[in-house]
């Protein structure tokens, strides 16, 4: 008998308990709008209507908008109820709504059991087609909001995180943020927010993906009657970029902490290129390379740390906090040359991709995690079949390929600074490294 590993069987376990449903998942347009619909072979039902656009909807001056309005469909009622009565309704049969606003798209869902399927629709549609946007509780989301934003502001994490859009993504979509801040929300009314909610909610910005045991024929009546209350709308296209700096810069601001935070900004793949999973493996082990480095072996942080956002504007990022910030650069520069020098180990890619589809499977276990997937595969990658090749379209990564996207994309670096100006050397962070003498063959280089 062959034993398998515990992550090749956790692996196996994950895919047929998350993705291996007996019924397949389908897709069909109702009015215009794609609807993405994975039967559950459950009792709950997980309903998701997606807005596209994200910070793309608004401009700098209105950010916080969609969140707050996004807020409102269930916290100021609707033209049927006021917000209490709307949510004795929902607490009669322990059905949720809940909404978020994303840099790329939002979503408003709804979750129930299916036998209340027909009595919680009704309500799902009100809070989407007719909010009430009521004064008085408007205030007080929107003061909630204001807030929310005064205590995220004393976080010198946020700050720096922050900072770095604003200063990479300059004149972008992606310097937005989707709470806004003190000042674009509090010059926020009812009327401006009720009227700009109206604006984005047409069919030809909606997703709708469905997470439920229903029959097909009953789903496209409901969600007819759904679409039928909202106005197709001028056609919608997200907007696309490559973030592609063409040197390094540095931005300093003084700020009284107790160490200095510093976060950089590369240039990364746009979702549904060839090289996005390359990049995403090769992010997760740089990540651990730069922990171990920088923080064990170092000890020049607590917590540094890699990331890639492969949004609609990529980028590769990396973090730190460190009293030291001059040797901090000189040991990261030292690891990024000797990964582009003698590049990633085979080993480190096998282990990689376990984890990274191990974990993604992990996370499908949920009829709301299963919808979340199918809508941002759909969204970002225009593939949402892209929830269910996960494990194969991996597999596919090559040493070759992670070796190539790091070279690649780990160039030229947006550098921003919060703490002590005195103690850091600009020049370490502006100054164009030399590329090193590869160890690598040809096939790794662009």
């Known amino acids: 008998m062959i034993l398998r590993s515990l992550p090749a069987l956790l692996l196996m376990s994950f895919s047929l308990l998350s993705f291996g449903q ?9 009015n215009g709008v794609k609807v993405i619909v994975q039967p559950s072979g459950n009792e709950i039902v997980q309903i998701m209507t997606v807005i596209r656009g994200g910070v793309q909807n608004y401009s700098l001056e209105q950010q916080g908008i969609e969140q707050l309005a996004i807020d409102a469909l269930t916290e100021c009622g609707t033209a049927k109820d006021d917000k209490n009565s709307f949510k004795d309704k929902l607490d009669k049969v322990s059905a949720e709504m809940y909404g978020s606003a994303g840099m790329d ?16 629709w009704p309500l799902y549609i009100d809070a989407l087609t007719t909010p009430r946007f009521d004064k008085k509780e408007f205030e007080r989301i929107r003061q909630d909001a204001i807030n929310n934003l005064r205590s995220r502001a004393s976080q010198p994490d ?17 310097a937005k943020t989707t709470e806004g801040n003190e000042t674009t929300v509090s010059k926020l009314t009812p009327e401006i927010t009720k009227a700009y909610y109206k604006s984005v909610l047409t069919r030809s910005r909606l997703l709708i993906v469905v997470v439920a045991e229903i029959d097909s024929a009953v789903l496209a009546q409901k969600i007819q009657a759904l679409l039928s209350g909202i106005p197709a709308g001028a056609a919608f296209t997200e907007k696309r970029e490559v973030y592609s700096p063409k040197h390094n810069s540095f931005k300093d601001e003084k700020r009284d902490l107790a160490t200095n935070y510093i976060q950089g900004v590369t240039s990364a793949p746009l979702p549904g290129t060839p090289d996005f999973n390359a990049f995403s493996l090769a992010m997760r082990i740089f990540y651990n390379r730069h922990f171990l480095t920088v923080r064990t072996n170092h000890g020049l942080s607590y917590a540094p740390y890699t990331y890639f956002d492969g949004g609609l504007y990529p980028s590769g990022n990396i973090d730190v906090s460190t009293k030291d910030p001059n040797k901090y650069k000189q040991v990261l520069d030292s690891l990024i040359s000797n990964i582009k020098k003698d590049g990633f180990t085979e080993e480190e890619l096998r282990n990689m991709k376990t984890s990274y589809v191990t974990g993604f499977y992990y996370r499908q276990e949920t009829n709301a995690a299963q919808a979340s997937s199918l809508a941002s595969n759909e969204i970002l990658h225009k593939n949402w079949r892209r929830s269910y090749t996960m494990n194969d379209d991996m597999k596919k990564v090559t040493v070759s390929d992670l070796n190539r996207v790091f070279n690649k994309y780990i160039t030229s670096i947006t550098w921003v600074y919060q703490g002590d100006p005195q103690k850091v050397n600009t020049a370490l962070y502006t100054q164009e490294q030399k590329p090193p003498v590869s160890k690598l063959s040809n096939s790794t280089k662009d």
């Open 22 to 30: 007996a019924k397949a998942p389908y897709e069909m347009t109702i």
């Open 105 to 120: 798209y939002s979503s408003f869902v709804m979750n129930c059991i299916r036998s209340d399927f027909d009595e919680v």
């Open 158 to 174: 946020y700050a720096i995180q922050k900072l770095a859009k604003e200063t990479a993504f300059a004149g972008k979509n992606y």
